[in-house]
């Protein structure tokens, strides 16, 4: 006869045993577990922000954030992935480890991996990250910097400085007008 407990077991314990295998090294495959772990890790640290709530002001955090909502203000996630969702409405400036677009964004962008606007998504304003994606059919407007270092101020690299016992005509050689 057939039991809730009994079909509830196996599954259990056969997952205990691969866990406690993979800890013991019994089993080869390293990569599974730390992929497992790292699929628990970003289902856990994910927080979202519903379609319904409004946030004015500044949102800062230490975990990947998902919004549905809207933000008014600024978001740092410097460490972390920010993704704004499809109803996502954002009027702020924007300073993240990656961002993902799927809505809509008044502001500038700042990435220290990557930007990804989506089909969906809209940017108006500068974006700057070593790598941008824009997929087709998604709407932007403003300046890329792909800058491999991202500043912490929004000013402009400074130009090229002559070295000292260099002549003029030596550092402007290669440059043509």
Same mark, same amino acid.
């Given at each position: 006869?057939?039991?809730?407990?009994?079909? #509830?077991?196996? &599954?259990?314990?056969?997952?205990? %045993?691969?866990?406690?295998?993979?800890? =013991?090294? #019994?089993?080869? &495959?390293?990569?599974?577990?730390? %992929?497992?772990?790292?699929?628990?890790? =970003?289902?856990?640290?994910?927080?979202?922000?519903?379609?319904?709530?409004?946030?004015?002001?500044?949102?800062n955090g230490s975990e990947d954030l998902m919004i549905e909502g809207q933000v008014d203000g600024k978001i740092e996630l410097r460490q972390h992935m920010l993704t704004i969702g499809p109803n996502g409405r954002i009027t702020a400036e924007v300073f993240a480890k990656s961002v993902v677009i799927l809505g809509t964004v008044a502001g500038n962008v700042t990435a220290t991996e990557k930007v990804n606007i989506r089909e969906s998504g809209s940017v108006d304003g500068d974006i700057t990250a070593p790598r941008v994606a824009i997929a087709e059919g998604a709407h932007f407007r403003g300046k890329v910097d792909m800058s491999t270092k991202v500043s912490n101020s929004t000013s402009g690299a400074e130009p090229k400085r002559v070295q000292p016992g260099k002549s003029a005509a030596k550092a402007t050689a290669g440059r043509t007008t």
């Open positions: 006869m057939w039991k809730r407990e009994e079909a #509830v077991r196996p &599954s259990t314990a056969g997952a205990a %045993t691969i866990n406690e295998q993979a800890a =013991s090294g #019994v089993t080869g &495959s390293s990569l599974n577990k730390s %992929t497992n772990d790292d699929t628990r890790r =970003s289902v856990r640290d994910v927080v979202n922000v519903g379609k319904s709530v409004v946030i004015k002001g500044e949102v």
